[in-house]
């Protein structure tokens, strides 16, 4: 059956080499009998408002995810927060189904997983992602050339702008935990402020002794997005109150009563809060 695969944002030159890549549209025409929306906690995530949906006229809305914050907005949600990435959760569903695992299936698998883990670096690599993996590896999937989704992704204008928010780096005096803001200055003119500032987010926790890294970001949306790093042994309240209050909010917002405002850019006030050291 005919379909189309959507991104509102193009893919980067770096990845298309992917199968299918070439295929990926930014707009949307419809109507569809089914709509598939992959690796977004929400609807403002896939930059689709329900109204927009709607006017798709989908009879079947299918949400697919692994992000904690997941508001299950799909007909039928498949959502696994204990996954790494989406597409590993692609992978066992697939496997359930039998589908043959050709080497440009594994290839499109297997960069979802390397791009998630930081090319199994990051806290969320689990024995079971090792294992996907080495199947996907084992059924032809590229993997020299996915570690440039994980290492390759920097472009100069971006790193300029991490001076600003890395001086921002505050440790908590007593939870080995840092967090940094970013202002709308530090991401202006970047084609993907999101994916600057989840970069960003990553490469604070490779500092030594950090299990958790909170970075909030002050993007185009009124409030604030907020991402965050955990290693699984991290369970810190500071960190998960921040996520819970974040995920209750609206999409792209943090709520009013939160110490971190637009405007509002010095991290050290977070541990200020009593009822975010408890």
């Known amino acids: 059956c005919a379909s189309d695969l959507y991104c509102a944002t193009p893919a980067p030159a770096r990845l298309q080499f992917l199968p299918g890549a070439t295929r990926v549209r930014s707009a949307l025409h419809g109507p569809y009998e089914v709509v598939v929306v992959l ?14 949906l709607a006017g798709l006229s989908p009879r079947l ?7 904690q914050t997941n508001t299950r907005f799909g007909d039928c949600n498949l959502v696994r927060p204990e996954a790494a990435s989406t597409t590993e959760i692609l992978f066992h569903y697939f496997r359930a189904l039998q589908v043959p695992l050709t080497p440009a299936l594994a290839t499109s698998l297997l960069a979802g997983i390397v791009g998630d883990t930081g090319g ?3 806290a969320n690599t689990s024995p ?12 032809g999937a590229a993997l020299p050339e996915l570690f440039t989704i994980a290492f390759g992704d920097k472009t100069v204008p971006a790193l300029q702008r991490w001076g600003p928010v890395l001086s921002r780096i505050r440790r908590h005096p007593r939870y080995p935990v ?3 803001v970013i202002t709308r200055a530090d991401l202006a003119g ?11 987010a990553n490469f604070l926790h490779t500092l030594d ?3 958790a890294v909170v970075l909030v970001p002050h993007l185009r949306h009124a409030g604030v997005h907020l991402h965050a790093v955990l290693s699984p042994t991290a369970r810190l ?6 996520l819970v209050e974040a995920g209750r909010a609206n999409p792209g917002r943090m709520r009013n009563d939160l110490p971190l405002r637009l405007g509002h850019p010095q991290p050290a006030n977070l541990w200020q809060n009593k009822d975010l050291r408890h």
């Open 190 to 200: 970047l084609p993907d402020e999101a994916a600057t500032a989840s970069g960003m």
């Open 39 to 52: 690796d977004c906690g929400d609807l403002h995530h896939a930059h689709l408002t329900p109204e927009r």
């Open 61 to 67: 809305v299918i949400n697919i995810d692994h992000h």
């Open 209 to 211: 002794g950090v299990r």
């Open 237 to 242: 309240r500071v960190a998960h109150r921040l």
């Open 128 to 139: 079971a992602v090792l294992a996907a993996a080495a199947e996907l590896v084992a059924a």
């Open 120 to 122: 199994f670096r990051h």
């Open 178 to 180: 840092a967090l940094a």
